[in-house]
């Protein structure tokens, strides 16, 4: 029987704010440092070098800017190519685009989510056969769960093609050790709202190459020469952080340690409580990673289940509860018909598949316990529904 009362809407991920965004936004308010730029700006960037063991680090407007910008100083231009992971967000391959280069794609492997060693090879060993090896390799990790790192730097430096970390997603998660984003040439993170610390909006783009990220601030201001004037001598963009939205994001920063905890928390809860249920199997995570477990994902094997993510999704809603299917292949989406894609083993696309059975849960860190129980109760009843139906049948 249906509700009748509407229960309160459970998101998938929602902003957490720690109380001490304010502060930081005072003082840019009393200083009046509402313009672009200024002291919160300076402090968040190195607070995030600092963090992620970089040396240096340029505040921008969006993770999507920060590849964009990645991109441009890598010198990607019209004709060229440049090899993306499939299973991402639009926002990895759009910057692609942008400079009017063309994105091959590279299929997951099953161990993280995330590009598969085996397609890549695939994919470079085409690439060199052409004559035409790709400017940049973009790879994601997915959901926080950090790539196979070793095995993809040794293949883009056996190549010499420089690697681009999109760690939109995985700040504060680590692969042996060493924190998620300071792996290539450049690592990008992202502060939009749904993240696991957000400005609003936002993103930073980080590397060693401490003149690159000076190029980048340089790019990012609308690549003003240094004149009394203004003049230009390059293409520019105005991708600046505000001063207000750095203050956010320091006192987000701050409480970084506390949100990967309670979203690891929400994953070992549903691990606890689902993975007994038939044809149902989380996320991996690979030995030696830390994932901040920024979105709890699962697979449901439709036959073992009984039941499709499709349904399972639906039957949320009705409940008031926000679930998706994971990201949908970039290579599938209709902006991208055409680009080469790389598969995994011979016939077999491990993204496709993750596709077809994946499912993301509500995992904010500020999901109360009773709202997680909320959700766990929906899957486990419209699952046993599902299988006593069967059993009558
Ligand atoms: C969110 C996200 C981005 C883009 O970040 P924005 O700040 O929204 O532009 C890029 N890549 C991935 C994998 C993301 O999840």
Redesign the pocket.
């Known amino acids: 029987m249906a509700n009748t009362t509407v229960q309160k809407r459970i998101f998938l991920s929602s902003p957490h704010m720690s109380g001490n965004e304010i502060k930081y936004i005072n003082e840019a308010f009393i200083t009046n440092w509402i313009a672009p730029l200024g002291p919160n700006v300076d402090t968040f960037e190195k607070e995030i070098a600092a963090y992620t063991g970089v040396n240096e680090a340029a505040a921008v407007s969006?993770?999507?800017?920060a590849?964009h910008l990645a991109l441009s100083l890598l010198g990607v231009e019209k004709g060229d190519t440049v090899f993306c992971s499939t299973l991402?967000?639009i926002?990895?391959a759009n910057p692609i685009l942008y400079l009017g280069a063309e994105p091959v794609f590279i299929d997951s492997e099953p161990e993280t989510w995330n590009m598969s060693p085996q397609a890549l090879e695939k994919a470079f060993m085409d690439a060199a056969l052409n004559g035409k090896l790709p400017k940049a390799v973009i790879v994601?990790n997915l959901y926080g769960q950090s790539a196979k790192m070793d095995e993809l730097t040794l293949l883009c430096d056996q190549y010499e093609v420089p690697m681009i970390e999109?760690a939109?997603?995985s700040l504060g998660s680590s692969y042996k050790g060493k924190p998620s984003g300071s792996f290539g040439c450049f690592g990008i993170f992202?502060?939009?709202g749904n993240?696991i610390i957000t400005t609003s909006?936002?993103?930073m783009l980080v590397s060693n190459d401490a003149e690159a990220i000076h190029k980048a601030r340089f790019l990012a201001t609308q690549a003003r020469d240094p004149a009394p004037h203004y003049q230009h001598s390059k293409i520019g963009y105005n991708y600046r952080m505000s001063n207000i939205l750095a203050g956010i994001g320091r006192a987000q920063l701050e409480v970084l340690e506390e949100r990967v905890e309670a979203r690891r928390a929400v994953f070992e809860r549903y691990q606890q409580e689902l993975s007994t249920l038939p044809g149902i199997q989380f996320m991996p995570e690979l030995n030696e990673t830390y994932s901040n477990r920024w979105l709890t994902a699962m697979t449901i094997d439709e036959i073992e289940a009984d039941v499709k993510v499709s349904e399972l999704i639906e039957e949320l809603a009705a409940e008031n509860i926000e679930a998706r299917p994971v990201w949908k292949p970039l290579h599938m989406q209709p902006l991208f018909k055409g680009a080469k894609y790389f598969t995994h083993g011979d016939k077999e696309s491990v993204s496709e598949q993750l596709f077809a059975n994946g499912i993301c849960l509500p995992s904010g860190s500020n999901m109360e316990e009773i709202d997680q129980s909320r959700v766990i109760n929906c899957i486990k009843n419209f699952i046993n529904v599902k299988e006593v139906e069967r059993k009558i049948v």
Request: aromatic share 10%; glycine share 20%.
């Open positions: 969006s993770g999507t800017a590849i991402t967000f926002a990895s994601v999109d939109a997603e992202s502060f939009n993240k909006g936002g993103g």
